[in-house]
């Protein structure tokens, strides 16, 4: 069990135990590639790995050996194309068994990993490929990704080559006819070659809800900070299947489908699915008898629109979600459906779970749980002092520079201005804002310009999203802040409106009275307006900003 090497401790007695004791061995010289999923090679040769499908019918099995041998004919081939350590490479490959692989062969090269979506559009791609200096695009063979490259690469010089996984195309190598001729075996560089734990790893670039995105970046102790996420919150276990529903570009696929699970000895179910259907999703839950699973809570909505029940769930010991809060809502009716709690974690792309309703905690319904044992958490009020229990406050990790935790972000690439501004205190802060009560337990109140002032109140939108969410009426909404020439804003609600119902004045009184009855009344939404959907992120992320902002607009 490779846990041995770098948990001191793995079982402990009790949260409080878990929180003082738990410590993180990092080898000086720690890389992914090299030292887990080649070691597991060695130490168990026939041990699966990863479990893909597709929608079309596609369905491989590979174990640590197979990724082993492939990412070795990987990195032989990017050598020969000029990859280096240090050298910038993006993936854009959905949820293609070759990312696995792709990733795991950079990583033993000491190349920096940026994963990008297959919704990046021209100038998405050229801000990127300028920002990092990108040196070579994978990308999966689909048409509007291919197109968006193609139009991107004469305004990013960088870009030297552009490899296809699928079908050959004009002006792009294809890697599976090039890859097939290098051999199985790759030395582990040494010297200036060699990687070292503070190198760059890897570099995700934030959603952008507002203004450019930002370059995150992490070293290689990276994926130990995500044992954590994958033992202790996730709960996978060793020979068990575990999915987390990602698209590669996300950094929710570093959480839940590659490094604290192969760490953990877990084996990976992936479902490269083209279009999230769910009756398709729990189609594949059921058949192939997951133990564990992690999705985003739009999701779990969205099945629970479905006939759960007649699905057999049953494999499945532990439900987690994260990305945006669980409403307690939803949290009732999966547990009601299959027996089982939904352990929600909060984190960011900046690090890994950062709260969580870990084994020995039993979860509150819309509670994030407790802070995970990597990182000193407190909440501040906005003069700086601490918040009390029951008292809205800001997020903070303190005492970075006593002790960096494993798995945090270590700055922002190429910008050292803004690394010195965000972490140069010693602290860091990511503007969400909580509430922790009696008990320890935090519950998420929004992002902090998200927080309503309405008549002298402060009103958090999860609050009222939560209770709205209980009415059959929606399967999801968002809550802001409208502009209001007396109160200054007042709270508004954006619903998407589950099957059979349809708009109607009646109906956004129903809504409105529901609020009241559910939650202080202050906090109803004076205006409802119905869509088809919400505007989201790359990530999943609901884009408040840009429903505000479009308020702004036509007030204006």
Request: charged letters at 20%.
């Amino acid at each position: 069990m490779l846990l041995d090497k770098y948990l001191p401790r793995i079982d402990f007695d009790s949260y409080e135990d878990f929180k003082a004791n738990y410590r993180v061995n990092v080898p000086a010289d720690f890389n992914f590639g090299f030292d887990i999923v080649d070691e597991w090679a060695k130490q168990e040769p026939e041990k699966k790995a990863l479990v893909w499908c597709d929608d079309e019918g596609g369905d491989r099995t590979f174990t640590f050996t197979d990724i082993s041998h492939l990412s070795n004919q990987a990195a032989n081939y990017f050598t020969s194309l000029g990859i280096r350590k240090g050298t910038v490479v993006m993936l854009i490959l959905r949820r293609r068994w070759e990312y696995w692989v792709c990733a795991v062969a950079l990583h033993k090269i000491g190349a920096i990993l940026i994963p990008g979506s297959l919704q990046l559009a021209k100038k998405d791609l050229i801000y990127r490929g300028n920002s990092a200096k990108i040196h070579t695009m994978i990308c999966v063979d689909d048409s509007y990704v291919i197109e968006q490259v193609d139009h991107a690469q004469p305004s990013v010089p960088s870009i030297q080559h552009k490899i296809i996984v699928g079908k050959s195309r004009e002006g792009w190598r294809n890697f599976h006819e090039e890859v097939a001729a290098f051999p199985e075996t790759f030395a582990r560089p040494t010297g200036d070659a060699a990687t070292k734990v503070s190198d760059t790893m890897i570099v995700y670039f934030t959603s952008g809800t507002t203004g450019d995105p930002k370059m995150v970046q992490h070293d290689f102790s990276h994926p130990l900070g995500h044992i954590v996420t994958a033992k202790y919150w996730q709960q996978v276990q060793e020979n068990k299947l575990h999915m987390s529903v990602s698209d590669s570009g996300w950094a929710k696929f570093g959480w839940g489908k590659i490094y604290g699970q192969w760490i953990c000895g877990a084996v990976i179910f992936a479902y490269d699915m083209a279009k999230f259907v769910p009756t398709h999703l729990l189609q594949k839950m059921q058949d192939y008898k997951l133990t564990t699973f992690c999705a985003p809570p739009t999701m779990y909505r969205f099945m629970l629109q479905e006939d759960v029940a007649s699905y057999d769930l049953s494999s499945i010991q532990n439900f987690s979600t994260a990305g945006e809060p669980l409403n307690p809502e939803v949290f009732y009716q999966w547990q009601k459906l299959t027996g089982k709690e939904i352990r929600e974690g909060f984190g960011q792309t900046e690090g890994t779970v950062l709260l969580a309703n870990f084994p020995w905690i039993t979860p509150k319904p819309g509670s994030t749980g407790k802070p995970s044992p990597l990182y000193n958490i407190t909440l501040l009020r906005d003069d700086g002092t601490p918040a009390p229990d029951g008292e809205h406050g800001a997020l903070v990790m303190q005492n970075l520079k006593k002790a960096w935790p494993t798995g945090l972000f270590v700055g922002y690439y190429q910008n050292p201005e803004m690394t010195q501004e965000i972490l140069g205190g010693g602290s860091y802060c990511p503007h969400d804002v909580f509430e922790r009560d009696k008990d320890g337990y935090y519950w998420f109140v929004g992002r902090n310009d998200d927080v309503i002032k309405c008549s002298g109140y402060r009103i958090g939108p999860f609050e009222v999203e939560s209770a709205l969410i209980e009415h059959p009426a929606v399967v999801e909404c968002a809550i802001t802040a409208a502009p209001d020439p007396i109160r200054g804003q007042v709270v508004k609600a954006t619903v998407v409106l589950a099957k059979g119902y349809t708009p109607s004045p009646e109906l956004t009184k129903e809504l409105q009275n529901h609020v009241k009855h559910t939650t202080a009344p202050y906090k109803y939404p004076r205006i409802i307006e119905y869509v088809d959907e919400l505007p989201k992120t790359l990530g999943g992320k609901i884009k408040r900003a840009q429903i505000r902002k479009a308020d702004e607009t036509a007030q204006n």
